[in-house]
């Protein structure tokens, strides 16, 4: 069975001041390095006057495309403890960046370690987090006797209603957890007393609230 996979689901930016170094930290949602590098770029466009743009990624589901950078701090002061929160979170297709202005006073290499996983932490922990979940999209078809009774099942069952056509009879457009898939269809024809007909379709992954 396919893994659920934490990721950041939208946004999320917190800013914060440590010892007059002024620290903002962004997170994203990203599908391969491309786009992670994309976001990267982005954030240096709007910080162009920053001291240090700091950034680490895992930009698959697997887990294994990882990257980070101390963008010009000491060697494993900033890159690599941004990674480490990514992990520690069990965030995959996840990007951070933490932009760093310069105050004038210097925190030693422990209190950098300290200060970007902080700032990565505070940020991921406002964030959207979302679990992609192996979906399995459905075609339920019905005559126009057994709406009511499909729109039932599907309202009180763990499924997404993606939409509703009305020709001859009725087809209405579903996606189900994989996990869930037999349950799903077993209850719906036991409900419909096999007044209903069913056609797999693809699956794909989809984000669900934690």
Known sequence: ???????????????KIIEKSRFVAYATHVES???????IAEIRKQHSLATHVCYAFIADKSGN?????????PQGT??????EVLKAKKLCETAVA??????????????LVRAYSSCTAE???EADIRSLEVCVEYLVFVDYTGIDGVQKYLSSNH?????????????F???????EEESFLTGLIDYMQGRVQTERGGEYYAPFKE
């Open 78 to 83: 900033a890159g690599v403890p941004m990674l």
């Open 123 to 125: 940020c991921l922990d």
């Open 33 to 39: 390095e491309d786009e992670a590098r994309a976001f």
């Open 1 to 15: 069975m396919e893994k659920k996979i934490r990721t950041v689901f939208s946004p999320c930016e917190r800013e």
């Open 173 to 179: 457009k579903v996606a189900v957890k994989k996990a």
């Open 159 to 171: 499924c997404s209603l993606l939409s509703t056509d009305y020709n001859e009879s009725v087809c």
């Open 98 to 111: 933490v932009v760093r202005y310069f105050g004038g006073v210097k925190l030693g290499a422990g209190g």
């Open 65 to 73: 495309l990882q990257r980070f950078s101390d963008d010009g701090e």
